[in-house]
């Protein structure tokens, strides 16, 4: 059973910080690439930050370089994404998807599992 569990999300104000959590079953876990994404109700689903499980190189989306990092603990099978200096555009639903290919691309068609969700909600 192939599962991806998100938790961190809540609200805050804006240039305040927020990590999520993405923990995920062994068998997904180290399935190339592990990513974030958002999404807002009518919008597509965006990318925000991927990585490489096995080599751990990672890219990001433009709009969050220099405030968001996405990092990995292989011993809990985890992916974390820190978000510093939050923007009230930053507001979305985040989702922690897996077993991707072409990280590099940021785009949702190459992943494979993907979470719940976790609501962001930033304040100005």
């Known amino acids: 059973q192939m599962q991806l569990v998100e938790s961190g999300g809540g609200s805050v104000q804006a240039g305040g910080s927020l990590r999520l959590s993405c923990a995920a079953s062994?068998?997904?876990?180290?399935?190339?690439?592990m990513a974030w994404f958002r999404q807002a109700p009518g919008d597509e689903r965006e990318g925000v930050a991927s990585i490489n499980i096995r080599v751990g190189i990672t890219y990001y989306a433009d709009s969050v370089k220099g405030r968001f990092t996405i990092s990995q603990d292989n011993a809990k099978n985890t992916v974390y994404l820190q978000m510093n200096s939050l923007k009230p555009e930053d507001t979305d639903m985040y989702y922690c998807?897996?077993?991707?290919?072409?990280?590099?691309?940021?785009?949702?068609?190459?992943?494979?599992?993907w979470g719940q969700g976790t609501q962001v909600t930033v304040s100005s």
């Open positions: 062994s068998y997904t876990y180290g399935a190339n690439w």
């Open positions: 998807a897996a077993a991707g290919r072409r990280g590099y691309t940021l785009e949702a068609r190459h992943y494979d599992y």
